[in-house]
């Protein structure tokens, strides 16, 4: 009897409302997202998380920004260490020491994004990191989104660089306990014309990210609690589509986390 109680409180009008979802959305912002030509054809919107703290992040990035012609909307990131109580952290988490509060701030900003895209109805959209510099020009991305539509039409997800764990001095994939995707992700690249096919990676410096993709994200993070940092934890989504492009559009700073530190601007 209980069972069905929860499971009609659950459901209001056709949708599912997992339980760990109705702990998400409290944490998201809402975000003001003006409607405009993002300067890449193809991408319906750019958003750049930025903490409030870091002003000469936003000034810094803006300058490329105008290099590049792109018309950007600035996300007010979720700063973990000053938004967030202990309580606040105990309850988003698989293990209460599974993130540190920065990492979660950084999670919760990146789903605010998403489901604003959802809300937005976009076909495709940009997420960057405020530590983010071009290095190729950004118009030319949509001559990719275009072939990688005749690639795989079912794509999610997009990253404007070439990763690899060697050069990021890591040794091993990390995993998680109920991964349907423990043996995935450890299949080498595949390699395409202009594209690898991935199956494992890290950093969100720069990401395309399709509806489907965004559906796909936000499956995934309402059913379970947090147990690795977003850019790990996306790998293990079940049936996730990832592809790199084999140019390097971006590079990203590492000198100084906001996440893994706290931000010593406050």
Avoid at 4 to 14: A, T
Avoid at 133 to 142: C, D, G, Q, Y
Avoid at 163 to 187: A, N, Q
């Amino acid at each position: 009897m209980k069972y069905w109680i929860l499971l009609s409180l659950l459901v209001i009008e056709g949708v599912v409302f997992w339980p760990h979802q109705a702990k998400i959305s409290r944490y998201l912002k809402p975000l003001k997202v003006e409607a405009q030509n993002t300067g890449i054809p193809g991408i319906d919107c750019i958003y750049c998380i930025n903490l409030d703290i870091r002003k000469d992040k936003w000034e810094r990035v803006q300058k490329e920004f105008a290099i590049q012609g792109l018309h950007v909307n600035r996300v007010a990131a979720i700063n973990g260490w000053k938004d967030l109580t202990k309580t606040d952290c105990k309850k988003l988490l698989a293990s209460e020491k599974a993130l540190k509060p920065g990492q979660i701030g950084c999670f919760l900003s990146h789903l605010s994004v998403l489901k604003n895209a959802q809300m937005k109805g976009f076909e495709r959209i940009l997420v960057l990191e405020d530590d983010v510099s071009f290095i190729a020009p950004m118009k030319e991305l949509s001559s990719y989104l275009d072939q990688l539509s005749e690639v795989d039409p079912d794509w999610d997800l997009l990253y404007l660089d070439n990763w690899s764990m060697e050069d990021r001095g890591l040794k091993e994939r990390f995993d998680r306990p109920d991964s349907t995707m423990s043996e995935v992700i450890k299949k080498p690249k595949e390699e395409l014309s202009r594209f690898f096919h991935v199956f494992y990676r890290h950093d969100l410096h720069a990401l395309v990210v399709s509806k489907k993709g965004v559906q796909k994200l936000l499956d995934h993070f309402c059913k379970k609690p947090f147990l690795l940092a977003i850019d790990t934890e996306m790998n293990h989504i079940d049936q996730i589509r990832m592809y790199e492009t084999k140019r390097v559009f971006v590079r990203a700073s590492y000198a100084v986390s906001d996440t893994w530190d706290k931000p010593k601007h406050e």
